[in-house]
């Protein structure tokens, strides 16, 4: 949902936390997120869980939802599950309690059903040409994962295999088997 409203990236982001939880904010526009189902829910957290088993993912902050302003000409937004490299991050816990101003270096959406194709497809392509060194698009119903990185051709990763985040971590990967295998079975027709 849009929020017919123009903002500058100031004004947006001095609006209380409440009132801005879930809202991206887009070329002057504030844009509500899809509010995700349980298979989404169930996914993020599998991947943050997966993600933060290698000792690898030390040199990384993962989490949900992180707000990060990035981009020329700026925008706030809110990768469902998103990597920071630790060395990157602002070190004052006051420059922590301000929205992140840098991308992450991976940034990972889910798919919801609601969400238009149009919208996350523009979100990918300012993700490529702002900074994010890699992308991923899981979608919970084909059970496969579409993999951005900046200069590629997309590639996808089917539901039986491993997913490395290389370029930015070879060490870290993500088990798609397992982490589809964990949704409940589908319904059949």
């Known amino acids: 949902m849009v929020i017919k409203q123009k903002l500058g990236l100031e004004d947006y982001l001095a609006l209380p936390e409440w009132e801005k939880p879930y809202k991206e904010f887009v070329d ?10 349980l298979n989404h829910f169930q996914l993020a957290g599998d991947v943050i869980a997966q993600l933060k088993e290698f000792p690898a993912a030390t040199a990384f902050l993962i989490g949900p939802e992180l707000r990060c302003v990035f981009g020329n000409p700026a925008r706030s937004y809110l990768p469902d599950v998103c990597l920071i490299r630790v060395d990157r991050l602002p070190l004052s816990r006051e420059a922590r309690a301000r929205p992140l101003r840098l991308p992450p270096d991976v940034a990972i959406e889910i ?3 609601e969400q238009g194709a149009g919208r996350l497809l523009r979100k990918l392509s300012f993700y490529m040409e702002n900074g994010v060194r890699l992308a991923l698009v899981i979608d919970p119903d084909d059970e496969i994962v579409t993999v951005y990185e900046p200069g590629q051709q997309p590639r996808t990763a089917a539901g039986d295999s491993r997913l490395s985040l290389a370029p930015v971590s070879a060490e870290i990967e993500l088990d798609l088997e397992a982490l589809f295998g964990a949704l409940p079975p589908k319904e059949s027709p």
């Open 111 to 113: 798919l919801s059903p």
């Open 28 to 37: 002057g526009e504030v844009i509500e997120k899809v509010s995700p189902n």
